[in-house]
């Protein structure tokens, strides 16, 4: 490819609303121009980024099993009636009528359509399992679209969905899948880490992340350096940081603290630890009948330490919290605690509430809380002695960095990290039983399809990758992804017959190798051309000028090298070649 039969489309400066680092870079290097909101075209050189991201993606997809389909990206919405989804979805699903006024949506992703597909031509214990997957634009109507290609509305993704007999076959599924997808993003060359993840909207019973480490990332990852331990700091199982609950050695004691209401006020007043004290939390629960009317509501107080923070996550699997608590209202809680919130306890109370607490403070001796009184705190607390035993203890914190890892292997750390793949079993529950999706046993009785399903997010990838990839000049891609892998700059082109034959030679050369290298001959002055290609990340570039070929040598640069190395001129195309390799 010549730089003249391309079409390169650089700026000096990002325009005024591109927020972050990978959409400054983007539209700087041509790769996407805006639309509208959260919605982009994808121009010459951030398309070639993108399929070859789709090539690695197909080739490992169809390496571990899966065979490509193509679903809609308009889908009937009964189908989604079936699931409830259409309801339950939320504003992100875009819902149109058609001109017969019938319901449609915009797929934001297709397990309904895949599990129909499979309920009409999977009849069969013989014909499973099977895989199938397809790269699809989707669309989620993001209240906020930000960040470029990060937080779009419409995207690429590869999504596949897996159909099994029982769930032994699933999780064998499923482990292809998650092998694959780690080969899958050891070539596109990126730092990740696929850590354990909540099922989130899509739903299931086993779910994996796959994180592009990056400082600027959404989610963070509580991982263990000595061991292989990583899970979203959501999921990360917080373990106790007290083995033993020590005997008290303090009396109970109301203490005033005058305009003192959050744990750090109150720990430096008192001249004590925040590790010591430990804060309130009050949810509450409804009980509805058959109409939706509130026949009964339970207060819940959740208890953490001071220096804690209570995971929403976690608590929306508690039993009796299951996915449908919310948080007490001023009202509420002054009926059951008799103070407004900011000295909340479980000592003391009016009415009685459900009492949880986290597994660190059940085990804790000579506590701090609120008096359930304003400007009064509760010293020397003690389990047992001054308050019954929680109903519950459980995990209900963020983990925090110096943390025990859950396996035992040392500490935990925390780092960020930007979500592009998603890997979840679903089992039978979500789709297939509520879509009657079926097969026949051996014994020619119905059984439903037990699922699993799994996401690449495409033009994610672009993002995340300049995220994790850049400096000062601009992107730096793996040579896997990049548009392309070799930039050769010859200095004169336009000017010198013989730097036009070596370019000309030295290009061929390349793509006979099987490298994918554009040729510069725009006849752009050196500074400007090397900047155009230090923007658009390409990892080699190769320079020549006639003062160099009157020596037989070229300069070979890598991306990431400060400074350029000479070669003879006939070794120049095997040594780009090692150099993409390595």
């Avoid at 609303?17 to 959260?38: C, N, P, T």
Wanted: with cysteine; proline share 5%; net charge negative.
């Amino acid at each position: 490819m010549k730089a003249s039969q391309f079409f390169i489309s650089t700026l000096k400066e990002a325009p005024a609303d591109a927020e972050v680092v990978s959409h400054q870079l983007m539209m700087r290097a041509g790769m996407i121009k805006r639309l509208g909101a959260g919605i982009y075209n994808y121009m010459p050189m951030g398309l070639r980024v993108i399929r070859k991201v789709e090539a690695i993606i197909r080739d490992e997809m169809n390496r571990a099993g899966a065979v490509e389909l193509l679903m809609p990206v308009v889908q009937p919405a009964e189908l989604w009636m079936e699931t409830g989804r259409f309801q339950a979805y939320g504003p992100e699903l875009m819902r149109v009528k058609d001109r017969h006024d019938r319901d449609f949506i915009i797929q934001p992703t297709s397990e309904e359509v895949i599990t129909d597909i499979a309920r009409q031509e999977l009849r069969s214990y013989k014909q499973l399992p099977r895989n199938f997957y397809h790269i699809q634009t989707k669309f989620r109507d993001e209240r906020r679209p930000r960040f470029g290609v990060m937080r779009g509305r419409e995207f690429t993704m590869k999504d596949a969905y897996s159909f099994d007999r029982d769930k032994a076959g699933a999780l064998k599924s499923y482990q292809l899948m998650f092998d694959a997808y780690k080969r899958i993003f050891d070539r596109f060359g990126l730092q990740y880490r696929a850590v354990a993840a909540d099922t989130g909207a899509i739903g299931g019973d086993a779910s994996h992340e796959f994180q592009v480490i990056a400082d600027t990332g959404e989610d963070a990852i509580a991982y263990c350096p000595t061991s292989d331990y990583a899970a979203n700091v959501e999921l990360a199982e917080a373990v106790s940081l007290i083995a033993t609950r020590a005997a008290p050695t303090q009396a109970l004691a109301k203490t005033p603290t005058p305009g003192k209401s959050t744990c750090e006020e109150v720990a430096a007043l008192l001249g004590i630890a925040l590790a010591t004290t430990v804060k309130s939390l009050v949810l509450a629960t409804d009980d509805k009948n058959e109409a939706g009317d509130i026949v009964k509501t339970t207060v819940w107080l959740l208890l953490v330490r001071g220096d804690h923070a209570m995971n929403e996550v976690k608590v929306g699997k508690l039993p009796g919290l299951k996915d449908a608590f919310r948080f007490a209202t001023v009202t509420e809680i002054e009926e059951h605690f008799g103070c407004k919130p900011g000295y909340l306890g479980p000592i003391g109370l009016k009415k009685p509430v459900k009492v949880v607490a986290d597994r660190t403070v059940a085990a804790m001796s000579d506590w701090v809380c609120g008096a359930n009184e304003a400007d009064f705190h509760i010293t020397g607390v003690n389990w047992g002695r001054d308050l019954p035993e929680p109903d519950l203890v459980a995990d209900i914190r963020n983990v925090v960095e110096g943390d025990p890892s859950p396996d035992g292997q040392g500490v935990l750390a925390i780092q960020r990290g930007i979500e592009v793949g998603h890997v979840f079993y679903l089992g039978t529950g979500k789709y297939s039983q509520p879509m009657k999706a079926q097969f026949l046993d051996e014994n020619g009785k119905p059984q439903p399809f037990e699922m699993g399903c799994y996401g690449i997010g495409v033009t994610r990838i672009l993002g995340a990758g300049i995220e994790q990839n850049h400096d000062a000049r601009g992107i730096i891609w793996p040579a896997s992804i990049a548009p392309f892998q070799v930039a050769v700059c010859p200095i004169g082109y336009d000017r010198s017959a013989e730097v036009q034959a070596a370019a000309d030679a030295l290009h061929a050369e390349l793509l006979a190798l099987g490298v994918d290298a554009i040729l510069d001959d725009r006849g752009e002055r050196p500074g400007a051309m090397f900047a155009d290609w230090e923007l658009i990340g390409v990892p080699q570039r190769v320079v020549l000028s006639d003062r160099g070929l009157k020596d037989g040598q070229v300069e070979v640069q890598g991306r990431r090298e400060a400074e350029a190395s000479k070669l003879p001129l006939a070794e120049v195309a095997a040594a780009v070649k090692a150099r993409l390799g390595a």
